[in-house]
């Protein structure tokens, strides 16, 4: 069982920057998809951003309302990824949550949470206005 340790949550006035993390208990496959989802109270939980690191390519997906905002990355163990946020607002309240794909590289239905099969306890992100 992978466990997922996410870290980076807070609150910040909108505008501002946070940087999310999520630490993996072992080491990822090299094509695995992995990222982000979020979910405000009272909505269904979305897709944010995945990755999938593959030789020297990579996969990268991004909800719409973050493009442009938010970045993601993978350390080279690959078992760790990060989310920067930038120019967040009010909308970007919510829980994150860190997802993990075994084997299977991101594609077009990144956004399925049924895709994954690890997921963490989740970081709360608190934007203010």
């Known amino acids: 069982q992978v466990r997922l340790r996410e870290s980076g949550g807070g609150s910040v006035q909108a505008g501002g920057s946070q940087r999310l993390s999520c630490a993996a208990s072992e080491y990822a496959s090299v094509t695995n998809c992995m990222g982000w989802f979020r979910q405000a109270p009272g909505k269904e939980r979305e897709g944010v951003a995945v990755?999938?690191?593959?030789?020297?390519?990579?996969?990268?997906y991004y909800d719409d309302s973050v493009q442009g905002r938010f970045t993601i990355s993978r350390d080279n163990t690959r078992s760790t990824v990060y989310l920067q946020m930038n120019s967040l607002i009010p909308e970007d309240s919510a829980m994150y949550y860190c997802?993990?794909?075994?084997?299977?590289?991101?594609?077009?239905?990144?956004?399925?949470?049924?895709?994954?099969?690890?997921w963490g306890q989740g970081t709360q992100v608190t934007v203010s206005s």
């Open positions: 990755i999938t690191t593959w030789g020297r390519t990579r996969d990268i």
């Open positions: 997802a993990f794909e075994n084997l299977a590289r991101c594609g077009d239905d990144w956004y399925k949470e049924s895709r994954y099969d690890h």
